[in-house]
């Protein structure tokens, strides 16, 4: 009776370490994409994600870039609900770059919150010369995190820039592109993800 019994909390504490597993963030602060819950297209509230009851605002796109720079924390308390609301192209992955590109771009009416969203996946390359990173096409968001705080230079006057120790995302909030020189650090690249100026996902090589 006491094995049985035993078992049964063992198997039920598994259960409860994998659902916090899940559900909690990554130690860096980030969310790593990950399945939504429910049927993203199916999600009413798919684009509100400082969760004030508007979906498709300036305000949720500024909440959607603070993620990036300040990890979950930037999205309250309720994370997990402005994460699912976060998968705006519905393909599944939430709180990415080419969701956040596509929020904009629906804010400023270059496209429409059709879901899904047919995505066409890119492959493009970046290079870093002389402490200037370039990128070889043109780009609709940039996001960096660096092996160490370091002063970082925006090169691109149409475009904004939002840093935080470490972490830098590159974006614009009236749907602007950028290719060629973008930014200026003296730091090692731990990690780089793009989306193009339509919100697609890219796989950028080093050239
Ligand atoms: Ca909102
Ligand atoms: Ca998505």
Same mark, same amino acid.
């Given at each position: ?15 409860? @370490?994998?659902? %916090? ?9 980030? +969310?790593?994409? !990950? ?11 798919? =684009?509100?994600?400082? #969760?004030?009851? %508007? ?5 949720? *796109? ?8 300040? =990890? #979950?924390? *930037? ?16 393909? =599944? ?25 047919? @995505?066409?996946?890119?492959?493009? /390359? ?6 200037? #990173?370039?990128?070889?096409? /043109? +780009?609709?968001?940039?996001? %960096? ?8 230079? +925006?090169?691109?006057?149409?475009? /904004? ?11 614009? @909030?009236? =749907? &602007? ?8 650090? &003296? ?5 780089? /993800?793009? *989306? ?6 890219? !796989?950028?090589?080093?050239?």
């Amino acid at each position: 009776m006491c094995k049985k019994l035993f078992t049964g909390i063992t198997i039920i504490g598994v259960l409860v @370490l994998v659902i %916090l597993m899940i559900s909690c963030e990554d130690n860096d602060g980030t +969310l790593d994409p !990950i399945d939504s819950i429910k049927s993203p297209c199916d999600n009413e509230n798919r =684009g509100d994600i400082n #969760l004030d009851g %508007l979906p498709y605002t300036i305000a949720d *796109a500024i909440f959607y870039v603070n993620y990036f720079v300040y =990890g #979950l924390e *930037a999205l309250g308390p309720d994370f997990q609900t402005a994460a699912e609301n976060s998968d705006i192209n519905g393909d =599944g992955k939430v709180l990415t770059l080419p969701d956040l590109v596509l929020l904009i771009g629906i804010i400023v009416g270059d496209e429409t919150p059709f879901c899904p969203k047919n @995505l066409e996946l890119k492959r493009y /390359e970046y290079w870093v010369e002389n402490t200037v #990173l370039s990128v070889s096409d /043109e +780009l609709g968001a940039l996001y %960096l995190e660096l092996d160490r705080v370091t002063d970082i230079h +925006l090169l691109n006057s149409d475009m /904004e820039m939002k840093k935080d120790t470490n972490r830098v995302i590159v974006y614009s @909030l009236v =749907g &602007d592109a950028f290719s060629g020189q973008i930014l200026r650090f &003296d730091a090692n690249i731990v990690k780089i /993800e793009v *989306a193009t100026a339509e919100g697609d996902p890219v !796989i950028l090589h080093k050239y």
